[in-house]
């Protein structure tokens, strides 16, 4: 992905097994990522067992924030599509024991509908 694909938002697939080489410290015993998007610098990480969302922050990415959310506390998710002149697509999460859902933009070269239906696959589980 060239730097002007992650300036506009282009989130790309990243292969599993390149995904959990690169976080393998992160993951529980028997842990395994089973599918990976990258969307600038960070990631989603859908795992056997839960989602990671990876925050890089700052100027030199040093910083990094990891939010793991087991799929058991995902209450409901939605995804808003690109229109023609909105020009980026949503995905909201609402988490047990917040109000407020997080949101993750993406523009409307990633397949909202193919995100959203590995998320139903891990949430409807």
């Given at each position: 992905m060239g730097l002007?694909?992650?300036l506009m938002?282009?989130?790309?697939e990243v292969s599993a097994s390149e995904a959990q080489q690169e976080f393998g410290t992160i993951l529980a015993a028997g842990e395994n990522i089973e599918k990976a998007y990258r969307l600038i610098r960070d990631m989603f990480?859908?795992?056997?067992?839960?989602l990671i969302l990876v925050d890089k922050q700052g100027l030199t990415g040093r910083k990094i924030?990891?939010?793991?959310?087991p799929y058991r506390s995902i209450t409901?998710?939605?995804i808003e599509t690109a229109g023609h002149f909105d020009l980026d697509a949503e995905l909201k999460l609402w988490v047990t024991g917040t109000a407020e859902?997080?949101?993750?933009?993406?523009n409307r070269s990633l397949n909202i509908y193919e995100l959203q239906q590995v998320l139903a696959q891990y949430v409807l589980r």
């Open positions: 002007l694909d992650g938002g282009n989130a790309s990480l859908f795992t056997n067992r839960r924030e990891y939010h793991s959310i409901h998710f939605a859902p997080i949101v993750k933009q993406f």
